[in-house]
């Protein structure tokens, strides 16, 4: 037995040392999670790592949930779980996993921590928003198993989280602790449904960084024996592998005592320490017991046999993309379409994540679309929000000054739209705004389908899957 096999390493291009990565692969850690990179410089690492692991399979981990372009520049995004929400289609939701899969092994990953089963119920959410599938547990819990099979269909793992639900909160967990004052009956009835309904598909669990008073009032859920072991394995009958979530957020405090207390609470694997060879050394001096390791690595052995040999082949994520983004828009006010020709005026909001709209604009132009700066003479106002999830940002959707800049244009153009490439909150209290259009993602497909639908040529129809 080896207790280096409980940990899954970080590695965060631009920040991680490579030779500390050689060298824990080399005693023999459990895999590691990728964090940026270019598509070759991720291939090249994870060979590296393969080759000095004495493991038979070396497992190699991403959060790609929304395909590679959320964490490596220049790759495609794949459309959002709350766009698939709105078109509230399983098909849609499979076709995702197999996407997202097609994407993870085209780099050498074969591992996806994904889909995000949490509930998009609090506005001010930093950190779910457009992860979520929606508000309704029950269409959570059909989309995630669904997506599930198509991950595991196209030959990844697939990992569901944050169990036991991070919605109904306000702070992000990679900045300090979440609490969520929910009794067991609340979870029963509204987060833990969609887990419940994923668990037979799932190959693991991440539990959140998150405080839950009535079921545990001293530990986080992903350090906390009444939670992991209490609820997930003894109520709900979860036999699989369970991860903690990252350990380097800053919800746990120390992250060496923190790892003990997860073991010992019932997870089986320590993912992605700020410092994993600190960890490596401490966990060999303090080693957990024969029981709890030899536990992790039979489960660990089990998925390496569930890999798929012959894949089944999703389609890219540009196909993906253009196929189904209208199923996932969603338009709601009065009928506004452009006209060839027309002068609009642009305000672009919330984009601190410098989300290029260079493929909306572009598409607009080559449309015949004459643009120009909101305040200046113009047919209609099209006002753009890129406003998403970053984690350690502690803050989405648009600022109340953003707000303010928005309701000022919209009472300036008769029409004005709204248009939304993220979270779908932050503009609802704006009377003055003649439309709104929901695409839930910055894929450059869903730019130009955002385009269409304005002049007409396509149509939304999707529906909106929160509470506005």
Known sequence: MNVNRLIYAGFWFGKTDKQDALKLARRGVGGFCIYGGTREAVKELVRDLRENSPLSHLFICADYEDGLGRWIGGEPWVLSNLAVGASASAEIAYQKGLTLAREARSVGVDWVFAPVLDLCDEPKNPIVNTRSFGADPHLVARLGAALCKGLSDGGVLNSIKHFPGHGRTAQDSHLGLPVLHRTLKDLQENELVPFAHALPAADSVMIGHLLIPSLDEQNPASLSHNIITGILKEKMNFGGLVFTDALCMKAIGDEKQASLKALQAGAHILLAAEDSVALSDFLEKNLPSDEIIAASEKLQDALVQKLTPAPKEGLSPQAFNARYAPDC????????????????????????????????????????????KAGEKADVLLAVSFSNYKAFKGHINLSPEEQTVLETAAKQYKPSVFISFGSPFGAEKISALTAKLFLFSPAREAQMCAVQILLGEQQAHGKIPVQL
Request: proline residues 0%; neutral net charge.
């Open 329 to 372: 828009a969603v338009w709601t006010g009065e009928n506004v379409r452009l006209e060839r020709g027309r002068t609009a005026a642009y305000l672009e909001l919330g984009n601190n994540e410098s989300f290029a709209a260079q493929d909306f604009l572009n598409t607009l132009k080559t449309a015949g679309i004459r643009l120009v």
